[in-house]
């Protein structure tokens, strides 16, 4: 089966061959050509562009298509090769391009066909034989479980999808460009007007979990492109470019992959109706939780949650299911201690402990394991206080302070929400941002000065996305 990986990469790489950007003071000069590199295989030319040209339009140029990166993954678009541009092109990723017909889903270049083959052509050492045909089975299930598509695994060249692991310069093809080594590009893939190959680099570390990079969320991103699919700009998404490590045993497809897919190639015999998504700015909306989460806040309701990072202009929505598939929806509260890089979610009488995503060993856990009294049945908010190292749990119209440190409830407590939050008798959500309190009761939220002790505004509880 043939292997060509569309001619743009190449004519990119050609029209970049000159210095393209004045290197400031700031910016050293090994992220400078990571940049160029960057770009040029993933933020290509249009073919036609003309090769040579000043130095000056060369700068233009790469502020142009960082300036396209930026907005692509949400990120502050300036144009300047700023810290956290640089942070997301280091990130380990696909090797196909972002941009032009990559990322469109057309039905011109779907199979002609729903029922595939597919065929291993060789074996990663890094993995036993049954775990590979597992992990790749289970990749193309996720497709599959969607649409009407089906795949047989066969032993003959002749299949429609031929799997490979490869590692540097591994084609005669001109245009199946050259694996980078360890991290970097992971794998890459091609279209079915292509060929549908798959190529995944032998010198990442592959792996059943997460120990490594682990190869059913990899191969379950490149059949994307093998059936069609662009990347995606949706964060959380199978088809966003950056390789997003999961809990491959609950990985669910988000909502984004779903409609786009089947776009291509229709619904599988048993359709669901996604839920539909609350309008982030409807003036009735509360929250049942809020945490922040590396960096982000997060907003949960119901089976929703939306991600706020404060580099990106644009607000994530999605699944609870999606990205914690074992709690699903109406997590009661959540709270992180990111020195611990640890996220604590409440449901009910059970929590769990995470790491971003991954539920640790030994949860759930119980909530009065962590010395809460038998009559209370579930928490309403959590809020950890990073200056006193206490996390406060508001129940009904009652709060309690843990200590972190001792790992045991404080003396004094439970105390009355109304007494040391005059004007508040119950906490839906709570969250410490740069000193405050935020404590969310229905659709409003109380700004409580934590040293001064006293509340210092009132706003919707919305007000977070810039909702009028």
Known sequence: ???????????????????????????????????????????????????????????????????????????????????????????????????????????????????????????????DHAEVDDAIERALKVWSEVTPLTFTKTSTDSADILISFVAGYHSSNPFDYPFDGYGGQLAHAFFPAYGGDAHFDEDEQWTKDLKGTNLFLVAAHEFGHTLGLGHSDVWGSLMYPTYMPSNPQNFRLHEDDVNRIQYLYGKNSFPSSPPEVPNFCDPHLSFDAVTTLRGETVFLKDSFMWRKHPQRTNIQKGSIHDFWPALKSGIDAAYELEDKDILFLFKGQRYWATQVNVIQRGFPKNIHTLGFPKYVKKIDAALFDKDTKRTLFFSGDMYWSYDETMNAMENGYPRKIATDFPGISRVDAALQDNGYFYLFSGTKQYEFDSKQKKFTGIKKSNSWFGCP
């Open 1 to 127: 089966m043939k292997s060509f990986l569309l001619q743009i990469v190449l004519s990119g790489a050609l029209s970049c061959a000159l210095p393209i950007i004045s290197k400031p003071d700031q910016v050293a000069e090994g992220d400078v050509q990571l940049a160029e590199k960057y770009l040029r295989s993933y933020y290509p030319e249009p073919e036609g562009t003309p090769v040579l040209r000043s130095k000056g339009n060369n700068n233009n140029n790469m502020a142009d298509r960082i300036r396209q990166m930026q907005q692509f993954f949400g990120l502050k678009v300036t144009g300047q090769l700023d810290s956290h541009t640089l942070d997301e092109m280091k990130k380990p990723r696909c090797g196909v391009p972002d941009v032009g017909e990559f990322r469109a889903a057309h039905s011109s270049r779907k199979w002609p066909r729903n029922d595939l083959t597919y065929s291993i052509q060789n074996y990663t050492p890094d993995m």
